[in-house]
């Protein structure tokens, strides 16, 4: 009896070895597939990724342990499901281009651009945004480093207003080092990279970062010097150096909602926005975020101005943002008479607008060049007048203009001069000659005999009943302004105008303007801030305004 128990216990324990032998050996057989798979493509981790040039790079992820299936194309989640499936989220391998060269840069995320192209206003520093979960882009900002010293200045603002967590990916197109101060450098550095202050005359520089609560975590770093005749190049010398090419992997974050905003309609808005898109000066903050309502004081009496307003867009998110929260100002606004018009559909554009409760229509874009913006003006009046048959006046104001306080009152106390005077075409804010060292008169009032633009009226009775027939086509490439000024549509009509203008240009990337224009021309411009203003409009009827021009030349 002892004996057959005794070898029952020998039989069990062999099977009992067996079973965990078998165990053992399919987790064995496991991990050495699953670590065949890892190996196959080397351009996931770091420490094999090619640059071909002197380049730093750091990983912080231990990208050694995770599994990458480079034959399943990206696809990221939805951010609103993302953030609630909690028991499905997968972390994402994220594999950063970012190429830097004389004439063309990019950006790209898991092979999707998220920034390219080789267009003059791209010249000197320009960062990318990248969501840390889903690899989209964020925010994209240029920074002309190579001609304006103040610019370096707004990379450093802008970099402060990024999230925690998010990459931000710093690419250089033709030169970004002549006006980079050493502030700058500073900055850039207290970031962790190592070449910034090598980077001298057309050099070239890649840097991908992940913000942290102090500095960043450096997630690679690429540089090359530029060379001429065995020395390095020097300012005002030809040629450029190679191109930067540097790619780096990531393993994707979880991105956490990290303020707690009150739950009300404008910050529903909110959230939803900065979930999605970052660089927007204080529109993000968790303890004092900036406000986003268009509830501007009424006018003394009371009463808003139930004037048409056109705001002209396209694809300048930020400028759009910037002259919206000037509307937040203007006295006697009722922003439901306002309407964004966006010159193509562009996501982060429309969602400016609908992030201050604004009317939003989207065109599709037609023609090209400055033909392109003629239609867009075209599309934009008519929908204007033939939405709203009610309305006789309109009031455009492009999306790089900040507006006065008074901008409103100062139309309403004119437009009855328009209305009565028919030798008038239009009421304009700006003044072409209105420089801070010259003008000095918020009530004084001028005529003169072109149409300035800039923030401007035009009647239902003029664009309807004269403009809106002969607008050239599509395929006419010309500019709208330059049209709208010919004899045969002013008719030796002139344009109200104030001594200080009623609105600012502040847009220093555009098809007409670049950084040099806006800081020598525009940038002097003195915009009024004197609320309340009583303008003596009987002065600007033709005949009254004439006899005071001869009185006082006499």
Not at 43 to 53: D, I
């Amino acid at each position: 009896m002892c004996i057959i128990l005794e070898m029952a216990v020998q039989h069990f324990q062999t099977l009992l070895f067996l079973a965990v032998f078998t165990t053992f050996l399919a987790n064995l057989l496991l991990i050495l597939k699953h670590n065949d798979s890892c190996i196959k493509d080397t351009s996931g981790f770091p420490w094999k990724s090619k640059v071909n040039m002197e380049f730093l790079k750091r990983n912080p992820n231990q990208m050694n342990k995770i599994q990458e299936d480079q034959t399943t194309p990206f696809a990221p989640m939805d951010h609103d499901t993302a953030t609630t499936l909690n028991d499905k989220y997968e972390p994402k391998i994220l594999k950063i281009e970012v190429f830097s060269s004389e004439e063309n840069i990019s950006v790209r995320v898991n092979g999707k651009k998220l920034l390219h192209g080789n267009h003059p206003t791209l010249i000197g520093i320009n960062a990318v945004v990248v969501n840390q979960e889903t690899g989209e882009r964020m925010g994209t900002r240029s920074f002309d480093t190579y001609s304006i010293e103040k610019e370096g200045q707004h990379l450093q603002e802008f970099v402060k207003e990024v999230t925690v967590g998010r990459i931000i990916c710093f690419t250089v197109r033709d030169e970004a080092s002549h006006h980079l101060k050493k502030s700058v450098r500073a900055f850039l550095k207290h970031f962790g990279s190592v070449f910034i202050n090598r980077l001298k005359w057309r050099d070239m520089w890649a840097f991908v970062i992940q913000k942290t609560k102090h500095n960043a975590r450096v997630l690679g770093e690429a540089y090359q010097q530029c060379m001429h005749n065995g020395h390095a190049c020097v300012y005002g010398e030809q040629g450029w150096t190679a191109p930067v090419s540097l790619v780096v992997t990531f393993q994707a974050e979880r991105s956490q909602d990290v303020c707690h905003w009150k739950d009300t309609p404008s910050n529903r808005r909110r959230r939803k926005f900065c979930r999605r898109y970052e660089g927007y000066p204080g529109l993000c903050s968790c303890a004092n975020p900036r406000n986003i309502d268009l509830s501007s004081p009424a006018f003394e009496d009371g009463t808003r101005f139930q004037l048409l307003i056109a705001i002209m867009a396209s694809n300048r998110p930020t400028y759009l943002f910037r002259m919206i929260t000037s509307l937040q100002n203007v006295i006697g606004l009722d922003a439901s008479t306002a309407t964004v018009y966006i010159d193509g559909f562009f996501n982060e554009a429309k969602a400016v607008a609908e992030l201050f409760g604004l009317n939003v229509i989207q065109h599709e874009a037609t023609s090209r060049l400055g033909g392109r913006i003629a239609q867009h003006y075209k599309k934009s009046l008519s929908s204007s007048f033939d939405n709203h048959p009610e309305a006789q006046h309109l009031v455009i104001i492009e999306e790089d203009l900040d507006v006065s306080v008074d901008i409103l009152s100062y139309f309403k106390q004119l437009l009855p001069v328009l209305e009565k005077d028919e030798s008038l075409f239009c009421i304009s804010a700006w003044n072409d000659q209105g420089y801070e060292h010259v003008v000095n008169d918020p009530t004084m009032l001028y005529r003169i005999e072109t149409m300035p633009g800039l923030g401007w009226v035009v009647s239902r009775k003029i664009y309807k009943g004269e403009l809106e027939k002969k607008w050239p086509g599509p395929d006419v490439i010309f500019d709208w302004d330059m049209w709208l000024r010919a004899v045969e549509n002013i008719k030796n009509r002139e344009c109200i105008i104030p001594d200080i203008s009623r609105t600012y240009h502040f847009g220093a990337k555009g098809m007409n303007v670049a950084s040099a224009m806006q800081e020598s021309y525009f940038k002097s411009h003195a915009l009024n801030i004197v609320p309340n203003v009583k303008l003596d409009t009987s002065m600007m009827y033709k005949e009254n305004y004439e006899k005071e021009i001869k009185r006082l030349i006499r």
